[in-house]
């Protein structure tokens, strides 16, 4: 913006003395040298006066000696007649001369001849001073951009420091004040604006921090229940498996509570690290095979194998846990898991081959409180916002039947995508 600025300051400037100065330098060069035909007209007058006074009362007529004195920078030629010729002075170049003439009735003819080159000598120097005036009239220009230049994008680029800091979760208030009304505008809003967020944070981390706290105890108590039920379960397998499926959930949700209460004490940082992406696969779909085998349905895994993303294990477990929920709950047929490596992303996309996703919700599918078969209306936002946590995103890729893909970031791509921690 500040090379913008100077940029059109100068043109601006540029034309103005363009406009100025180049008639000005016209009219002085003209004026100048009317000035020396008119001075030695002047001159010629004067000296066919006094030739026609000499004649009139006798006197003794003007002489080249006199001449030469009293007009040192001329070449004088005054012809009477019945006389000789006067000549005074030297004649300049032919291709320099500026020659004025005068006669009069009684015979008497004076021409009065000086160099032109020292007239051209005076109107390039009133050229030149016109020009230093031109590049002293930019100079100014040019510094008065740099100074109103300055005094608009640096609070500009404060303002974008402030913005950027407070869409990183600093909603700390400057309380930064330009002396530029419609920046400090700006400000006040951004102020405003970190306050309600602050405000609303620190709300959020003390309702997260209270959940956390309230669910760590019956949560602790159900985990040594159900140890307690697989260590005295000696028969039917099926308990101890059950039993121990019950375990492994508990534990899962207790590692998501832990996680949510250290995101709570603004502990939380970039944690994504690889993952072997079939490993969380091939877990979430042995915990939702009974699921869908009780609803007549089945679970497909294809695609490529060997794949690793970087990711936290909690919250893509939880993306892939709520995908094949919503599979279950609104879709049909296979649930068909495909996953791809492309060009700087992992892709896992989820398919079914019920009747899809409806034209009124399939742009505010991700939208909070938006459900199309009388849920919460929550699943897919956070699940959109733990896949964004992690550096990749969550999209709707075919809206019938239902597709759903997670973009992650492949292994070796730490720098491009940052998980970025919460307020400090």
């Not at 030469?68 to 001369?97: C, L, M, N, W």
């Not at 080159?117 to 040019?142: M, N, S, Y």
């Not at 690889?274 to 042995?286: A, F, R, Y």
């Amino acid at each position: 913006m500040r090379r913008r600025l100077l940029s059109s300051t100068l043109v601006v400037a540029a034309i103005a003395v363009l406009l100025l100065g180049v008639p000005l330098g016209v009219v002085v060069s003209r004026l100048i040298y009317d000035e020396a035909v008119q001075e030695l007209r002047a001159e010629a007058t004067r000296l066919l006066g006094a030739m026609e006074y000499a004649r009139m009362t006798g006197e003794r007529p003007v002489t080249a000696q006199h001449l030469e004195r009293d007009y040192p920078d001329r070449y004088i030629q005054i012809f009477v007649s019945g006389q000789e010729p006067v000549v005074a002075g030297t004649a300049p170049p032919e291709d320099r001369q500026i020659t004025e003439e005068v006669q009069s009735e009684g015979g008497v003819y004076v021409r009065v001849t000086r160099d032109g080159g020292k007239v051209e000598e005076e109107v390039r120097a009133r050229l030149l001073f016109i020009v230093v005036l031109a590049l002293a009239a930019l100079a100014v220009a040019v510094g008065l951009a740099i100074v109103q230049s300055r005094r608009l994008v640096l609070p500009l680029q404060d303002l974008g420091a402030i913005a950027e800091r407070l869409g990183s979760g600093d909603a700390r208030p400057s309380r930064h004040r330009y002396g530029i009304p419609e920046l400090d505008r700006v400000a006040e809003v951004l102020d405003r604006s970190a306050t309600r967020i602050s405000e609303l944070l620190g709300r959020e981390r003390e309702f997260a921090t209270d959940a956390s706290h309230q669910l760590r105890t019956p949560l602790t108590g159900l985990t040594m229940r159900l140890e307690e039920i697989v260590a005295a379960a000696d028969q039917p397998a099926v308990v101890r498996e059950e039993g121990e499926a019950a375990i492994v959930q508990v534990e899962r949700l207790t590692a998501v509570i832990d996680e949510l209460l250290a995101a709570a004490r603004r502990q939380r940082h970039a944690q994504a690290e690889p993952l072997e992406v079939d490993t969380i696969l091939k877990q979430q779909m042995t915990e939702w095979e009974p699921a869908f085998r009780r609803a007549g349905r089945r679970i497909e895994l294809t695609g490529e194998r060997g794949l690793s993303a970087l990711a936290t294990e909690g919250g893509l477990t939880q993306v892939i846990s709520t995908l094949l929920e919503n599979s279950l709950e609104h879709g049909a047929g296979t649930v068909t898991i495909t996953t791809t490596s492309v060009e700087r992303s992992i892709v896992i996309e989820v398919a079914d081959e019920g009747p899809g996703v409806p034209d009124e919700l399939a742009n505010r599918i991700f939208e909070r409180n938006v459900s199309g078969g009388g849920g919460t209306g929550l699943g897919l936002t956070l699940a959109r916002s733990l896949a964004v946590a992690d550096g990749g995103r969550l999209e709707l890729v075919r809206r019938c039947p239902a597709a759903f893909a997670v973009f992650l970031r492949p292994v070796g791509d730490r720098e491009r995508y940052r998980v970025v921690s919460g307020p400090a």
